[in-house]
């Protein structure tokens, strides 16, 4: 059975990964590693997300919560209090979707109640009453990503005996327990997770082999966007990562990778226009 190209979401519309897409990345945080601080302000992040929409995202992706590595914790209130003023702002001017990148099963709610179309959890729907919460809402999509250890710890030697394996043994079990909770499959996107509990080698071993995780036949997220393993690999701060930001939407998306989460959309949008141009002209 071929992946379905259509996830259903709410209000009656639908999500279309008949080709790549651009998930555009918008941190209402004080200290994600890349963009921290900037969108705080709601009037700012709406500024921001209309000029996503504009440079080509198809989905915005809010976050209250810094993941990176070595990242506090934020109380339920702070998070709640960051992102949904900014996502019934963004409803309000748009119908575009969106997306809440969150783990608290509370923030998933009111974030849907406020608008939001998709869940992005990093920790895939294993925290208290975060199942059975978007159980309620069947028309509600969810990204599972995968992630070795937790946020504070992740980068502190991770291993594996053969990471595509454990991988797709770990969305095996999520898979199942969201098929068990009442969430349907159709509605599920699956994140390998790069960066989180991931060594460099093992980073470039998943964009390398992205294909290995089509085996669930279920649209795959890729968000390597601005991250270590492009500042490591070519020793490059944040703010210099653009060129291999690009590179690795690019080898994603040629191997299989059906949403591109990053924070640059317009030149991530445009390296997509000229792969699927090639496409065609290949057809």
């Known amino acids: 059975m071929a992946m379905a190209n259509i996830i259903n979401l709410p209000r009656g519309r639908a999500l279309n990964l008949e080709k790549p897409i651009v998930m555009g990345i918008l941190n209402v945080t004080p200290d994600s590693f890349s963009d921290g601080g900037k969108f705080v302000n709601t009037d700012f992040a709406v500024q921001q997300a209309m000029l996503m929409l504009n440079e080509g995202a198809t989905i915005l992706d809010i976050g209250g919560e ?8 934020v109380s339920l209130e702070d998070e709640l209090a960051r992102v949904i003023p900014a ?16 783990s608290k099963a509370k923030v998933m709610e009111q974030a849907i109640l406020a608008g939001a179309d998709i869940v992005n959890d990093v920790r895939a729907l294993q925290e208290p009453d975060a199942l059975s919460t978007v159980a309620k809402y069947p028309d509600v999509a969810v990204c599972l ?6 946020p504070r710890t992740m980068q502190s030697a991770p291993t594996y005996s053969d990471l595509l394996a454990q991988i797709n043994q770990f969305f095996e079990k999520r898979i199942k327990a ?9 509605q ?20 390398a082999k992205f294909k290995a995780f089509n085996k ?19 020793n490059r701060d944040t703010n210099e990562r ?3 930001s690009l590179a690795g939407a690019l080898i994603a998306a040629q191997n299989g990778a059906n949403i591109i989460r990053v924070h ?3 030149e991530t949008a445009d390296v997509l226009g000229v792969l699927q141009a090639c496409e065609k002209g290949a057809l």
């Open 188 to 207: 599920l996107i699956l994140d390998p997770g790069f960066g989180f509990g991931k060594t460099l080698t093992h980073n470039f071993e998943i964009l």
């Open 216 to 234: 669930f036949e279920l649209p795959l997220l890729a968000g390597l966007s601005r991250k270590s393993m492009i500042g490591n690999l070519l």
């Open 242 to 244: 653009l060129a291999g």
């Open 87 to 102: 996502i019934k702002a963004i409803r309000a001017k748009s119908d575009c979707v969106i997306s809440i990148d969150t």
């Open 145 to 150: 990503m995968h992630m070795q250890g937790q």
């Open 178 to 186: 969201c098929k068990t909770a009442g969430i349907k499959a159709e």
């Open 66 to 73: 810094s993941t990176r590595p070595g990242a506090p914790d």
């Open 264 to 266: 640059d959309v317009k």
